[in-house]
């Protein structure tokens, strides 16, 4: 059973129990931002996405920064592909109803993380790039509202 936690608006947090036992958590929240380029003037957010498989403590403990011991980023593959494509849907899902100068960010923290997530670039995600022109995190805009990236034309 799906269960949507939506009290703030700057959270939305989805819970489930998958067919294999697995239990998954998915966090949506937003943070207020500026200066991002091609955007309307007045402010903007951006919607950063944590997936985690575990219980509901564990889920909110490591997505609150709150463990003492933190469980390791660990890729057992007991059934992690159903759970990928389980967050996949919902994030999906998420990206086509974002308001008026939303983004939504994912990012990874290790390599095998960051191959699990190119699939999302058939789905109009772009990448993001640090100073050295690394990729390192996927990015999409709800494209009703934004105004397209102008080329040196």
Same mark, same amino acid.
């Given at each position: ?61 490591? !997505?609150?920064? #709150? ?9 057992? *593959? @007991?059934? /992690?592909?159903?759970?990928? &494509? ?32 190119? !699939?999302?670039? #058939? ?9 050295? *022109? @690394?990729? /390192?995190?996927?990015?999409? &805009? ?12």
């Amino acid at each position: 059973m799906l269960r949507v936690y939506s009290k703030r608006r700057s959270e939305y947090r989805l819970r489930e129990q998958l067919p294999n036992g697995q239990e998954v958590n998915l966090y949506f929240i937003r943070l207020r931002t500026s200066g991002i380029e091609d955007a309307d003037p007045e402010i903007s957010y951006q919607w950063f996405v944590g997936f985690y498989i575990g219980s509901r403590k564990e889920a909110n403990q490591w !997505f609150n920064h #709150r463990q003492k011991n933190k469980p390791k980023n660990t890729v057992t *593959g @007991n059934g /992690t592909l159903t759970a990928l &494509r389980w967050a996949m849907n919902h994030i999906l899902n998420f990206a086509g109803k974002m308001n008026r100068n939303e983004e939504l960010i994912i990012g990874w923290e290790e390599v095998r993380r960051k191959k699990a997530y190119q !699939f999302l670039r #058939r789905y109009g995600f772009i990448d993001y790039y640090d100073e050295l *022109g @690394n990729p /390192t995190h996927l990015g999409v &805009r709800n494209k009703e509202y934004w105004y397209p990236v102008k080329g040196d034309g």
